[in-house]
């Protein structure tokens, strides 16, 4: 199992570098970006995190479906996944329906939608020529010039019973939004098999001692979880604290 901390968008962009080093040094496993509206871009946030470490594995949790096309999204993954390999997880996903409203871009059909662009960007990381006329998705013998060697792996962002089974259908697994109750990690674990990915946001209240955020992550493994990402809470968003329960230190 891996663990790691979200960099919130609530903090400006200006800070993540500061963020990104800081986890290097710590020896975290993983940085995890959010793309909220209207706060930072998930693309634009993980290129430069990436840069700036050689080590660590940056998640985008999660791009929601409806603001891109699937070719365009593709294009962004496979030239992440190229220039560094093996180092990027994405999640797709539906997006706050109110936030899609507001942009315009909200569909009737948000599963729909959710299927069909997923199922394209894979087929199109995967270097297959994907042509297909779907209910949103319409793509003419499209096919990447540069897909990656190794594609990055591919989560959909669920809560509901419903995303979640679709994940395990489509995608290499789960990214699970704000646990609080291990229960919810092992009902995604059965709704996804045994194979796919289980990775979870969990919040951390300021002031947790370093032994009950560790106890907290020991038991969001035995329910299933492969990967463990503390995040802060809407009144305190920094990473800071995050780090060092993971090192073991007080915070």
Do not use: K
Request: aromatic share 6%; with cysteine; net charge negative.
């Amino acid at each position: 199992m891996t663990t790691g901390v979200v960099f919130r968008p609530q903090l400006p962009p200006e800070q993540l570098r500061a963020a990104v080093e800081a986890a290097d040094d710590a020896g975290i496993e993983e940085l995890w970006l959010w793309e909220d509206c209207f706060l930072e871009g998930g693309l634009t946030s993980a290129a430069a995190a990436l840069a700036w470490t050689s080590r660590i594995t940056v998640g985008i949790g999660l791009l929601p479906v409806p603001f891109r096309n699937p070719a365009l999204a593709a294009m962004e993954l496979a030239t992440l996944a190229r220039m560094f390999p093996g180092r990027l997880t994405v999640a797709l996903g539906h997006g706050v329906q109110s936030w899609m409203h507001q942009v315009g871009a909200a569909v009737d059909s948000p599963m729909t939608l959710l299927r069909e662009h997923t199922t394209a960007v894979r087929a199109l990381l995967a270097g297959e020529t994907v042509d297909v006329r779907g209910r949103y998705v319409s793509l003419d013998q499209v096919a990447l010039d540069w897909p990656p060697d190794t594609p990055p792996r591919l989560l959909i962002g669920a809560r509901g019973p419903r995303s979640v089974t679709l994940a395990g259908e489509i995608s290499d697994g789960v990214l699970l939004d704000s646990i609080t109750d291990a229960d919810v990690v092992r009902r995604a674990r059965e709704l996804v098999g045994p194979d796919a990915h289980v990775a979870a946001y969990t919040p951390v209240e300021p002031g947790l001692a370093a032994g009950a955020v560790q106890d907290w992550i020991g038991e969001l493994q035995d329910a299933g979880a492969d990967a463990v990402v503390l995040q802060g809470t809407d009144d305190q968003p920094d990473h800071t604290p995050l780090i060092a329960a993971l090192t073991g230190d007080v915070f």
